[in-house]
């Protein structure tokens, strides 16, 4: 339960930041650089912290069946986008369709984001663990 509590704190750093992209980038690039309204900054760090708990879904007292983390992956990305697409209707940051799709498609985005972020730190940490018991191995084998 420790580790899955440190993967929602750091998911909910790494949406933060990503949601903070997804929103800065093309307002930077607009033309007329109109900004978004001072309350934004607030509605992400909400999105961040609220996109970060439905995490809490991966957590698995013994290890899952591939069916059950396949499940488990779907469930998380449909809870992400019922939540960020309903905050963003609740906090009007759409008001029209093509405008809610737009918001879908940086979900998608963000979520591919954290989720190749996520699975290069896990894989980077579970390399590491394995380097170090090569070594203690290694070193048990060459004591007489």
């Known amino acids: 339960m420790k580790d899955t509590i440190k993967m929602v ?8 930041v990503c949601v ?11 033309p007329d650089h109109s900004g978004y309204p001072t309350e934004f ?3 992400m760090l909400l999105v961040g912290a ?8 991966y957590y698995f007292k013994k290890e899952p069946t591939r069916k059950q983390f396949v499940i488990r992956v779907i469930l998380h990305f449909c809870c992400i986008m019922a939540v960020v697409l309903g905050e963003g209707w609740l906090l009007g940051w759409y008001e029209n369709t093509t405008e809610m799709i737009y918001v879908a498609i940086c979900v998608i985005v963000v979520y591919a ?29 060459e004591e007489p």
């Open 9 to 16: 704190i750091s998911h909910f750093f790494i949406i933060t």
């Open 20 to 30: 903070t992209a997804a929103i800065g980038i093309p307002n930077y690039f607009s």
């Open 41 to 43: 900054p607030i509605h």
């Open 50 to 57: 609220t996109s970060a708990l439905p995490s809490f879904l």
């Open 113 to 141: 984001a954290v989720w190749i972020i996520t699975t290069i730190a896990n894989k980077t940490a579970a390399d590491g663990i394995n380097t170090a018991l090569k070594n203690i191995n290694s070193d048990e084998d």
